[in-house]
T-cell receptor, first 110, second 113 residues
Framework: QQPVQSPQAVILREGEDAVINCSSSKALYSVHWYRQKHGEAPVFLMILLKGGEQKGHDKISASFNEKKQQSSLYLTASQLSYSGTYFCGTTYNAGNMLTFGGGTRLMVKP | EAQVTQNPRYLITVTGKKLTVTCSQNMNHEYMSWYRQDPGLGLRQIYYSMNVEVTDKGDVPEGYKVSRKEKRNFPLILESPSPNQTSLYFC????????????FGPGTRLTVL
């Protein structure tokens, strides 16, 4: 079952922060985050495994709330290069295939 | 260089003319997948494979076939393409679906007239 992402789109000014949410109706095993620029392939950002860990690199981080069956991606002090569509992908057990959400379009303006 | 390659990158064809989109990876990955991407619908999985000769349907398998005779290759076959299969297609590979990075190919933009 496809996870639900919110918001569907967001527009920011450089330096502003954003949060993108990914929710599931089933218990999650792992959550993957990818960013896709227009016309290009999705690029890996990070993976979170069940256990409620938080990960991050640079100014992009993510959390995984196992009880709420939800993950959130945090983009702080956004840069123009952050523009693109963000996808979360979810699995429900160790051997499960990856199912992607519908995506969140992020536009960062100068 | 670790990569997933797809060919062709662009294809315009007509209804009913069989076509194959090739996908190859050089990372010795067990897992390979095909996705289609349509506006507003995200990435939807067509078929996936967990190893040679092991394939299974994803969310939208109708009208597609796949084969996995070699570990590195995972071609997508459209036996009788229809206009509703016009889409952007991505092949991806990984060591494991659940815990490892999916490496995506550059994409194939298919138009069926």
């Amino acid at each position: 079952q496809q996870p639900v992402q919110s918001p569907q789109a967001v527009i920011l000014r450089e330096g502003e922060d954003a949060v993108i949410n990914c929710s599931s109706s089933k218990a999650l095993y792992s959550v993957h985050w990818y960013r896709q620029k227009h016309g290009e392939a999705p690029v890996f950002l990070m993976i979170l495994l069940k256990g409620g860990e938080q990960k991050g690199h640079d100014k992009i981080s993510a959390s995984f709330n196992e009880k709420k069956q939800q993950s959130s991606l945090y983009l702080t002090a956004s840069q123009l290069s952050y523009s693109g569509t963000y996808f979360c992908g979810t699995t429900y057990n160790a051997g499960n295939m990856l199912t992607f959400g519908g995506g969140t379009r992020l536009m960062v303006k100068p | 260089e670790a990569q997933v390659t797809q060919n062709p990158r662009y294809l315009i064809t007509v209804t009913g003319k069989k076509l194959t989109v090739t996908c190859s990876q050089n990372m010795n990955h067990e897992y390979m997948s095909w996705y289609r991407q349509d506006p507003g619908l995200g990435l939807r999985q067509i078929y996936y494979s967990m190893n040679v000769e092991v394939t299974d349907k994803g969310d939208v398998p109708e009208g597609y076939k796949v084969s996995r005779k070699e570990k590195r290759n995972f071609p997508l076959i459209l036996e009788s393409p229809s206009p509703n299969q016009t889409s952007l297609y991505f092949c991806a590979s990984s060591s494991r679906f659940s815990t490892d990075t999916q490496y995506f190919g550059p994409g194939t933009r298919l138009t069926v007239l």
